[in-house]
T-cell receptor
Framework: AQKITQTQPGMFVQEKEAVTLDCTYD???????LFWYKQPSSGEMIFLIY??????QNATEGRYSLNFQKARKSANLVISASQLGDSAMYFC?????????????FGTGTSLTVIP | NAGVTQTPKFQVLKTGQSMTLQCAQD?????MSWYRQDPGMGLRLIHY???????DQGEVPNGYNVSRSTTEDFPLRLLSAAPSQTSVYFC?????????????FGAGTRLSVL
């Protein structure tokens, strides 16, 4: 079974609108971490946001928020007020195990296009 | 403010050739790792290291060797390149010291094996 599933290969959003990128995960560990990364066309991987499995509140970083639903094993990324510069690939990732865990798994990514 | 530095950025090899992808970090991070990124498959962990002298295998280790003689450097070796190793390779590092253990990535190495 896939550890991280991103079911939206491509998404379009109008500039200044909000968009949700879906991510579900599979683990039997109680302690784990969830990450979102952005990969623009230039190729680098840029960290966006982190959610720990024991964090009670949803993580937020500026225009990015993570909608964490533990029982459903979902960790959706919400981007508010989309900008043209948000056009990129977005990857959801999971660190399985505690903070010192070494196994990381990435989803296949969602390509987001922001339309002017 | 270098962070994680990978060299080279691009490389073309012939089948059977060997080469080393270099990775260096200047953040004194304990953990370093190598991933490969293939179309439609996301990033997959090849090898990782939790400190100098300590390495272990990830999800797709076959065909690759690593060593960690210093905290800063974590080279990835291809002993006999195969076309299946055509990919984009990313090196990453993180610290175990508190915080969110975010992985910081290098800019990537695009490798083609003919």
């Amino acid at each position: 079974a896939q550890k991280i599933t991103q079911t939206q290969p491509g998404m379009f959003v109008q500039e200044k609108e909000a968009v949700t990128l879906d991510c579900t995960y599979d683990t039997s560990d109680q302690s784990y971490g969830l990450f979102w990364y952005k990969q623009p066309s230039s190729g680098e991987m840029i960290f966006l946001i982190y959610q720990g499995s024991y964090d009670e509140q949803n993580a937020t970083e500026g225009r990015y928020s993570l909608n964490f639903q533990k029982a459903r094993k979902s960790a959706n990324l919400v981007i508010s007020a989309s900008q043209l510069g948000d056009s990129a690939m977005y990857f959801c990732a999971m660190r399985e195990g505690p903070d010192t865990g070494n196994q990381f798994y990435f989803g296949t990514g969602t390509s987001l296009t922001v339309i002017p | 403010n270098a962070g994680v530095t990978q060299t080279p950025k691009f490389q073309v090899l012939k089948t059977g050739q060997s080469m080393t992808l270099q990775c260096a970090q200047d953040m004194n991070h304990e953990y370093m790792s190598w991933y490969r990124q293939d179309p439609g498959m996301g990033l997959r962990l090849i090898h990782y290291s939790v400190g100098a002298g300590i390495t272990d295998q990830g999800e797709v280790p076959n065909g690759y060797n690593v060593s960690r003689s210093t905290t800063e450097d974590f080279p990835l070796r291809l002993l006999s390149a195969a076309p299946s190793q055509t990919s984009v390779y990313f090196c990453a590092s993180r610290t175990f010291r508190g915080g969110k253990n975010i992985q910081y990535f290098g800019a990537g190495t695009r490798l083609s094996v003919l």
